[in-house]
């Protein structure tokens, strides 16, 4: 009779204890994808931001990680983003311009002077009139622009020593304008190529090289078949993280005060993680990887540079315009 008991006890406790396991359960799943690894930069900043939405959200909101181009890919993404269909994405801010053109004022070759001015401007008026008005002209939220590194150049035929040693050299770039007239503008031919057909262009040689974050140089294992290392600094790579207007209003008010600050805070976190990680992984390049670096006179880059800055300026109007006088005064 005691053991009937027992058995009778049991099915109301099960049934609690399940009760129990589901209200701890998210309410809302946040799908965030990226096109590189899992562990590259996307990915690793794509975990801390998981991470602070549990913790802002006390486990309701549940973000899901997606590398390697599953629910899109880099240039598919923010359409998808406008229609509805993709949650949030990181994605690389040159390749953000075809959708909204007033990204390139950040893309613009040697815009920024050094890492105290970007961050200014990032993490500013500027940036915050930038994350506003993408979204008034999008629907599309800007949630965090993330950490800022350097794209470092690399190719398979020769040193890069002066300007000249350029002349020719079948380069890939984004499906980007200020991209392809930079390369240009360098002596390069630039050969627009999405990023999925990257990798195969590189390692068949179908192109001579191309520039990238210098940790995607090595997350992509590039430097395999790339063996000369060019720093030009000549452009900042960083890769937003995006969330679609359909996503953020499925949240109450206190949600999306979550995901914002959640989004801040990854990005202020991972900036301090990876701030001395170019050169550590230019370094890692040279001696594991067995490029060969060079470090040319950077003043013809720059000088033409320039050029390609007032040509944009010239092209793009008014908005433009006073977003790069904008962000030249934070330099001061």
Not at 64 to 92: H, Y
Not at 208 to 219: A, K
């Amino acid at each position: 009779m005691k053991l009937w008991n027992l058995k009778k006890m049991a099915v109301p406790v099960l049934a609690f204890a399940l009760s129990a396991t589901s209200t701890l359960a998210a309410d809302i799943t946040m799908n965030v994808g990226f096109g590189a690894p899992e562990e590259s930069l996307y990915g690793r900043f794509g975990k801390i931001f998981q991470q602070k939405v549990a913790e802002h959200s006390d486990g309701a909101i549940e973000v899901k990680l997606r590398c390697c181009n599953q629910i899109s890919s880099e240039d598919e993404a923010f359409k998808a983003m406008q229609l509805g269909t993709v949650d949030g994405f990181f994605i690389t801010a040159n390749n953000v311009s075809p959708h909204w053109s007033l990204m390139d004022v950040t893309v613009l070759p040697y815009i920024f002077q050094n890492a105290e001015h970007l961050d200014r401007v990032l993490n500013g008026e500027v940036g915050q009139q930038m994350k506003d008005q993408l979204q008034a002209d999008t629907s599309v939220h800007l949630l965090a622009f993330g950490p800022a590194l350097y794209r470092d150049f690399y190719n398979s035929v020769r040193p890069v020593n002066t300007m000249a040693d350029m002349e020719g050299l079948k380069i890939r770039v984004p499906k980007n304008e200020v991209m392809i007239a930079t390369f240009e503008a360098f002596g390069a031919n630039p050969v627009p190529l999405a990023w999925s057909e990257t990798p195969t262009a590189l390692q068949t040689g179908t192109v001579d090289g191309g520039d990238n974050g210098t940790s995607f140089i090595r997350d992509m294992k590039f430097f395999e078949f790339e063996p000369h290392l060019v720093i030009l600094e000549h452009f900042v790579a960083f890769a937003p993280l995006f969330a679609s207007d359909n996503f953020m209003k499925k949240l109450s008010d206190e949600q999306r005060a979550q995901i914002l600050a959640a989004a801040e805070e990854a990005g202020a976190e991972y900036a301090a993680q990876v701030a001395t990680e170019t050169e550590e992984v230019r370094k890692w390049l040279v001696e594991e990887g067995g490029m060969a670096r060079t470090d040319p006179d950077r003043s013809d880059f720059i000088a033409a540079a320039k050029g390609v800055q007032q040509e944009f300026a010239e092209q793009r109007g008014e908005e433009f315009i006073a977003l790069v006088n904008a962000i030249q005064a934070a330099a001061e």
